[in-house]
């Protein structure tokens, strides 16, 4: 499957221009790569500027609330970013889990909001802080089970999971690719036995946590289904290193 990078910019740049800039940067510097899949997840008030701007690069959001409209102050819904051109949405980034409080009951919720409204959700997993061994496992069995529990199974073919332990994120200290590759397959496998062979394998497996030019390829396997993409934080903010992430995944050197 192409595999999908997507840039999540969190509360990044300060203005509105400096998101134009950054936004056409990357497009110019991945023009032409048919390869990889691109993305880009501005702050909200950014999405239409990153979105006059962004060529082949598909539109992400970063969060999303679960009712359709009303009194929610604060809020935006799945049928506005649709709108705003959005084509995916990150649910469940572990900056929302920590600092909002979300769990997995909420991540439910906002994904059913983001496939009403035709988003691909992008589900964001992994173990937290302290846990190691026998713990990561457990801890993303239960997100995913809790994340997904209730939804009709076809409505989650094509939909993308993103694996990000906590540990590695915004840390520089990302995981092993090794390491990265068993975690992709065994939530494919969580996904197969929950999910059927078919939709599990329609299912993008992303790595995020500390991803830079440098490590970007090492993650992507190429021999079996492993890591089909990245979720990159940091290294999204310059463009040259985004790129340089781009280009390396699809194989056309450092970029
Ligand atoms: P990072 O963030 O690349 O800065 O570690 C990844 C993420 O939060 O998605």
Same mark, same amino acid.
């Given at each position: 499957m192409?595999?999908l990078?997507?840039?999540n910019?969190k509360?990044n740049?300060a203005?509105?221009?400096?998101?134009?800039?950054?936004?056409?940067?990357?497009?110019?510097?991945?023009?032409?790569?048919?390869?990889?899949?691109v993305?880009?997840?501005?702050?909200?008030p950014f999405l239409?500027s990153?979105?006059k701007?962004?060529?082949s690069?598909?539109?992400?959001a970063?969060?999303?609330?679960?009712?359709q409209?009303?009194?929610?102050?604060?809020?935006?819904?799945?049928a506005?970013?649709?709108?705003?051109?959005?084509?995916?949405?990150?649910?469940?980034?572990?900056?929302?889990?920590?600092i909002?409080?979300?769990?997995?009951?909420?991540?439910?919720?906002?994904i059913?909001? !983001?496939?009403?409204a035709? *988003?691909?959700?992008? $589900? =964001?997993?992994?173990?937290?802080?302290?846990?190691? &061994?026998? @713990? %990561?496992?457990? !801890?993303?069995?239960?997100q *995913?089970?809790?994340? $997904? =529990?209730?939804?009709?199974?076809a409505?989650?073919? &094509?939909? @993308? %999971?993103?694996?990000?332990?906590?540990?590695?994120?915004?840390?520089g200290?990302?995981?092993t690719p090794?390491?990265?590759?068993?975690?992709?397959?065994?939530?494919?496998?969580?996904?197969?036995?929950?999910?059927?062979?078919?939709?599990?394998?329609?299912?993008?497996?992303l790595?995020?946590?500390?991803?830079?030019?440098?490590?970007?390829?090492?993650?992507?396997?190429?021999d079996?289904?492993g890591?089909?993409?990245?979720?990159?934080?940091?290294?999204s903010?310059?463009?040259?290193?985004f790129?340089?992430i781009?280009?390396?995944?699809a194989?056309?050197?450092?970029?």
């Amino acid at each position: 499957m192409k595999p999908l990078i997507i840039g999540n910019w969190k509360m990044n740049p300060a203005s509105r221009r400096e998101a134009e800039t950054l936004a056409r940067s990357v497009r110019r510097g991945i023009a032409g790569s048919r390869r990889v899949e691109v993305a880009i997840a501005p702050p909200f008030p950014f999405l239409e500027s990153v979105g006059k701007n962004r060529g082949s690069v598909a539109l992400a959001a970063q969060d999303v609330f679960w009712e359709q409209s009303g009194a929610y102050t604060g809020e935006v819904s799945a049928a506005m970013l649709r709108d705003f051109g959005a084509r995916y949405v990150i649910v469940g980034h572990s900056e929302r889990r920590r600092i909002r409080g979300e769990d997995d009951a909420v991540v439910n919720r906002k994904i059913r909001a !983001a496939l009403r409204a035709r *988003l691909i959700p992008v $589900l =964001a997993i992994g173990e937290g802080a302290n846990a190691g &061994g026998e @713990v %990561v496992p457990k !801890a993303i069995g239960m997100q *995913l089970a809790g994340a $997904l =529990a209730g939804i009709p199974k076809a409505a989650l073919a &094509g939909t @993308v %999971v993103a694996y990000e332990p906590v540990w590695a994120v915004g840390t520089g200290n990302p995981d092993t690719p090794d390491n990265a590759t068993r975690r992709a397959i065994y939530i494919r496998k969580l996904l197969a036995d929950r999910l059927g062979r078919r939709i599990a394998d329609s299912i993008r497996i992303l790595y995020g946590g500390s991803v830079q030019r440098a490590n970007a390829a090492s993650f992507i396997a190429h021999d079996i289904r492993g890591m089909e993409g990245l979720l990159v934080g940091g290294a999204s903010l310059k463009a040259d290193e985004f790129v340089g992430i781009v280009c390396a995944v699809a194989g056309r050197g450092k970029g």
